[in-house]
Every structure is written in structure tokens, then in C-alpha cells.
């Protein structure tokens, strides 16, 4: 059985067991709950919006997807377990959604801090266990087509993966997508297809332009609050460490993919 990772933004060149890996906390669990294994990383960018270079999250994302094709490609009877870490996330997504002739080999996928988490998806809520953690991934919503094979973790202030619905850092993660490079094609599309994350929000400004200022303040400094959140720990820290007196997050999924698998 193959554990493949994709670790977050900025993970370049960071290699299995690496102290600096937050997945590497659940592939070193996940190692203790299954045999016959081999832990093997995505080699991608993972860079965007200059950090980790200068290659856009959509692009790298794209070598990465082409990396798993080799990883896949050179062990064909290998079983695969696909894990994903924020943007690294983005890898397994895309892989999964443009390789179908693959699925049979997919045994389980953990997707921890994920830009994408649907808001219905969250550890152990299939069990009955941890609480909702609130809102969803901060670039969208994708289940993907093996949903009941992939288990989510969230922490609650983590707003890479439980951003509120109308919080306007979702704009901001809209505009992620091509910096540097191919901003403005990608934000001509979005005005063209009209598919802004805040959509929504605009609809009720066209409205009721007094009702969404009421509200713009009170979501500002939400905004400002999840990202002191970001840079004191609420997308690092707050999976390694014990969570609501128990295991962190990082081992709960990481038994969560070994339960799948067995």
C-alpha cells in the first residue's frame, strides 16, 4: 500500500518526516495502524501568491497532479491512500476529478485543512463525533467523485477550511487561484461567469444596499480575527496538538483513513 501526500503551500523540498510536516503527523500515525505501507510525497511547487514561489496555485497544483500520475504509474499494483494538507489538497482534488480510471485503486483519502471542504464534511461527524467546526473551505466546496472514501478534519478557526459563507476573504482566495501570472484572465472569468464566491453578498447589496453594510463591519472584523488566527496557529498548531481532550486532529483522521482501510 502506497501513502501518497501532498503537504501544504510553501512544503517544497520538506521530506517524510520532517519535523516541519504538519501531514507527516498523520502519515506517522497512520504508519502505526497499517502494514505492508510506504509513505511517498507528491513532488510539486506548492507555491502561490509568491509564497513558495513564484508559480501560480493553479499550475503547481497541475505538476502535482502529474507527479501522482508517475507515482500511480510506477507501482500499478499498489493500492493508494491519497493524503492532502491545505493547498496540497488541491492535488489529490484535481487528480481524483480528471483520473476515473483510478478510483478502483483508492482505498481511503484524508484531506486536513482543506480550501475545499464542503460544508456537511467534518471529522468524525459520520460517528457522531466532534462538532461542527463551522463554515467551509475558504476556495469552495468539492466532495469529489469518491466521497464516501475521503474524511475531512477542520479545526474551528482555521479559516483556510471553515470560512464563514460571507466572509470577503473568499474573494480573496477567488483571486488567489492565478496570481502571479494570469490575474486578470482569471478575474475577467469570474465577472463573465458571474460565479463569485460572494455572489450572494452582491445580491443582497443590489437589495438591500443598507442591509450589507450593516452587516460589512461585523464581517470585516471577523475577517481580521481569522487571520490573526492563521498566523498564531489555527492552521498549524491547532491540528498537532491534543484536541477537545483527546487526540489532535492530525491522529483522529489519521485513524479515521487506517479504519477505512481495514
Known amino acids: 500500500m502506497l501513502i501518497v501526500t501532498a503537504d501544504g503551500i510553501g512544503s517544497a523540498g520538506i521530506v517524510p518526516g520532517d519535523s516541519r510536516s504538519i501531514i507527516g503527523n498523520v502519515t506517522a500515525r497512520l504508519a502505526q495502524k497499517t502494514a505492508r505501507h510506504q509513505v511517498v510525497p507528491v513532488h510539486w511547487p506548492a507555491a502561490m501568491v509568491g509564497i513558495g514561489g513564484r508559480t501560480s496555485w493553479a499550475v503547481s497544483a497541475h505538476i502535482g497532479v ?24 488541491r492535488v489529490i482534488h484535481d487528480w481524483l476529478d480528471t483520473r476515473p480510471q483510478e478510483h478502483h485503486r483508492v482505498a481511503a483519502v484524508g484531506l486536513m485543512s482543506d480550501p475545499y471542504r464542503p460544508a456537511t464534511r467534518w471529522q468524525d461527524n459520520w460517528k457522531g463525533g466532534l462538532p461542527n467546526p463551522g463554515g467551509s473551505g475558504i476556495a469552495g466546496s468539492r466532495v469529489g467523485p469518491l466521497g464516501g472514501r475521503t474524511f475531512w478534519t477542520s479545526a474551528p478557526g482555521d479559516v483556510i477550511s471553515s470560512c464563514p459563507p460571507d466572509s470577503p476573504l473568499r474573494t480573496a482566495a477567488d483571486l488567489s487561484d492565478q496570481i502571479p501570472g494570469a490575474l486578470l484572465v482569471d478575474l475577467a472569468g469570474h465577472l463573465r461567469r458571474g460565479d463569485w464566491q460572494l455572489a450572494n453578498a452582491m445580491q443582497l447589496w443590489r437589495r438591500d444596499p443598507l442591509a450589507y453594510l450593516r452587516g460589512l463591519g461585523p464581517r470585516l472584523d471577523r475577517a481580521r480575527r481569522d487571520i490573526e488566527g492563521y498566523l498564531t496557529g489555527a492552521h498549524t498548531l491547532a ?18 483513513v487506517a479504519w477505512a482501510v481495514r
Open 239 to 256: 491540528y498537532t496538538r491534543p484536541h477537545a481532550g483527546g487526540l489532535s486532529l492530525a491522529h483522529r483522521l489519521a485513524d479515521t
Open 66 to 89: 502529474l507527479d501522482l500520475d508517475r507515482i500511480a504509474a510506477e507501482n500499478p499494483n499498489e493500492t493508494l491512500v491519497l493524503l492532502g494538507y491545505s493547498g496540497g489538497c
